[in-house]
Nanobody, 119 residues
Framework: QVQLVESGGGLVQSGESLRLSCAASGTSYSFYFMGWYRQTPGKQRDLVARITRGGSTNYADSVKGRFTITRTNSENTVYLQMNGLKAEDTAVYYC?????????????WGQGTQVTVSS
């Protein structure tokens, strides 16, 4: 079965950087979308950034210019470089992968990694 395993979360000071990694295992399928969502207590899970198999990217307005998403298709791995972190970036970050852009596509989720930014 497909598993997404995240790493790289932690506690940093405002203005510092972190790099999140997520590796998909249990499949050789190259996902159409890979990306990151984040969630804080009592709030919905929101898209942070996603990247297509072809390299097209989308970012939440709040992270544009600070975060960069990349992926290695051959390794089914996606990365999120987070620079200039702010207290409001504090959240649990979830890796996600989707098989297709079509409605019948399937989403997969990682277990989440905590990012805490102290001001």
């Amino acid at each position: 079965q497909v598993q997404l395993v995240e790493s790289g979360g932690g506690l940093v000071q405002s203005g510092e950087s972190l790099r999140l990694s997520c590796a998909a295992s249990g499949t050789s399928y190259s996902f159409y979308f890979m990306g990151w969502y984040r969630q804080t207590p009592g709030k919905q899970r929101d898209l942070v950034a996603r990247i297509t198999r072809g390299g097209s990217t989308n970012y939440a307005d709040s992270v544009k210019g600070r975060f960069t998403i990349t992926r290695t298709n051959s390794e089914n791995t996606v990365y999120l470089q987070m620079n200039g972190l702010k207290a409001e970036d504090t959240a649990v970050y979830y890796c996600y992968a989707r098989t297709s852009a079509a409605l019948e596509g399937t989403n997969y989720w990682g277990q989440g990694t905590q990012v805490t930014v102290s001001s």
